[in-house]
T-cell receptor
Framework: DSGVTQTPKHLITATGQRVTLRCSPRSGDLSVYWYQQSLDQGLQFLIQYYNGEERAKGNILERFSAQQFPDLHSELNLSSLELGDSALYFC?????????????FGDGTRLSIL | AQSVAQPEDQVNVAEGNPLTVKCTYSVSGNPYLFWYVQYPNRGLQFLLKYITGDNLVKGSYGFEAEFNKSQTSFHLKKPSALVSDSALYFCAVRDGDSGGYQKVTFGTGTKLQVIP
């Protein structure tokens, strides 16, 4: 058990809809990372927050947004969903931002767009 | 810019034989290198890391990796493969000399199949 909790585990919705994915980091970790994993794109870094502040952005679409709350949990919001957004979305956490510490991953949210 | 390459999409090895999963990297400074494993329907799990020091790094489940600066490689190895090692393996790199925040870059993954 990594200590990172993601909800829901599965999400099925339709094109054009909006969903929110939730992540609770490992106790004591201040950094939260979001990744998208699809068969054709591999593991893509989306965004990172550290102690409530955005720290880095990767290949995140404008239709996607995220935030980290004072209790350190994070939410990833996906809007105007398209078929191509179907993927596994992972959250990871680490104690800081130095990059020499491993990230601990949740088991992901599988998003299916019909 | 930093990058990491896993040249093999899949590696097949017989149970009991040694295994190697290849990884090469490119960073402008000193690399921080990581290996992760992903089992079906699970998140990535940390196996081992190289930050500095001994070039041979030992990690979880009997895995080890050798850092080779001249070849810019960080291959994952295990002396004797188990069927339960069958999974997807990711190499990751970060430029350790970059100032401020620098994201970790993951490779595309290598599927390891251990054949009984």
């Amino acid at each position: 058990d990594s200590g990172v909790t993601q909800t829901p585990k599965h999400l099925i919705t339709a094109t054009g809809q909006r969903v929110t994915l939730r992540c609770s980091p490992r106790s004591g970790d201040l950094s939260v990372y979001w990744y998208q994993q699809s068969l054709d794109q591999g593991l893509q870094f989306l965004i990172q927050y550290y102690n409530g502040e955005e720290r880095a952005k990767g290949n995140i679409l404008e239709r996607f947004s995220a935030q980290q709350f004072p209790d350190l949990h994070s939410e990833l919001n996906l809007s105007s969903l398209e078929l191509g957004d179907s993927a596994l979305y992972f959250c990871a956490s680490s104690p800081g931002t130095t990059g020499n510490q491993p990230q601990h991953f949740g088991d992901g949210t599988r998003l299916s767009i019909l | 810019a930093q990058s990491v390459a896993q040249p093999e999409d899949q590696v097949n090895v017989a149970e009991g034989n040694p295994l190697t999963v290849k990884c090469t990297y490119s960073v402008s400074g000193n690399p921080y290198l990581f290996w992760y494993v992903q089992y079906p329907n699970r998140g990535l799990q940390f196996l081992l890391k190289y930050i500095t020091g001994d070039n041979l790094v030992k990690g979880s489940y009997g895995f080890e990796a050798e850092f080779n600066k001249s070849q810019t490689s960080f291959h994952l190895k295990k002396p004797s493969a188990l069927v339960s090692d069958s999974a997807l393996y990711f190499c990751a790199v970060r430029d350790g000399d970059s100032g401020g925040y620098q994201k970790v870059t993951f490779g595309t993954g290598t599927k390891l199949q251990v054949i009984p």
